[in-house]
């Protein structure tokens, strides 16, 4: 919502001069704040764990599928990035292939990339070939007496290339998993909070008959200061608390975390910012489309809302 905006800068100051605590203490600000966040996704995404980085959110969510689902592995896309612990950087092919490599119960999948990908716009079913990718991946990993805990990723992968995978994908991916009794993650911390502009989230552009198991959310959520949020179902939550080991986090959800959040919320609405994303997205398309004409090195440009890539190449045919 922009940089020291003064609405998010009254609300720390003046949470911060009545009470900042550690989040055993109960405070309203958490429950307005999670009612708030619940109006913005579908009704079956209705329990929420605050924390302070999408790195915490993503780990969390890991957290989430393997207790659910009592599966280890995790099916990801090529060039993924979700975040820096551990166990992120090794669901992270962007960052693992540089490292120690990839781990047993990991699995890449090919990202549904119309423009340079395995299977392009003049393939005849771009989105059943690409389903059909993870599909195999469950299938050797069952061959070898291993189980899928999770699909994560991206709701528009960005750091594998600003790519706008194609309807329907998500749903037919969601179908291979759940039926290998994993779940679908879907990762929104820089694609959320309206930046896509049609919607409040990028997952939404995939249809309103898709709706993924676990929603992971930072960076915009709090304009900067620290604050995270794991969005998920009542049966993931219930079975991640029959272990008795409760879910802890010191400032995760602290009243001053939640009144920026509630603020960012509000700013969002009052200056029309789902609007404006998708009136400068479409200006900027445009004029990048223009350019695209008279330049042969821009061999694509695509995107929705401010959140758009521009393909630099050097052979059209290539």
Partial sequence: VGHC?????????????????????LHDNLVDYAERLSKTLPEKLCIFYFLNSGSEANDLALRLARQYTKHEDVIVLDHAYHGHLTSLID????????????????????????????????????????????????????????????????????????IIPPAGYFQKVAEHV??????????????GFGRVGKHFWAFQLQGEDFIPDIVTMGKPIGNGHPLACVATTKEIAEAFAATGVEYFNTFGGNPVSCAIGLAVLDVIEKEHLQGHATEVGNFLMKILKEQQIKH??????????????VDLIKDQAE
Wanted: negative net charge.
């Fill in 91 to 162: 669901i992270s092919p962007y960052k693992f292939r540089n490292l120690e490599g990839q781990k047993e119960w990991v699995h890449v999948a090919p990202v549904p990339d119309t423009y340079r990908g395995l299977y392009r716009e003049d393939h005849e079913d771009s989105v059943t070939a690409y389903a059909d990718e993870v599909k195999n991946i469950i299938e050797h990993a069952h061959k070898r007496g291993r189980k899928i805990a999770a699909f994560f990723v991206e709701s528009l992968p960005s750091v594998g290339g600003q």
């Fill in 296 to 309: 042969p090195i821009i061999g694509d440009v695509r995107g929705c809302g401010l959140f758009i890539g």
């Fill in 5 to 25: 905006h003064p609405d998010i800068v009254k609300a720390a100051h003046e949470q911060n001069q009545l009470l900042n605590t550690n989040s055993r203490y």
């Fill in 178 to 191: 759940h039926k290998a009794g994993g779940v679908f993650i879907a990762d929104e911390i820089q694609v």
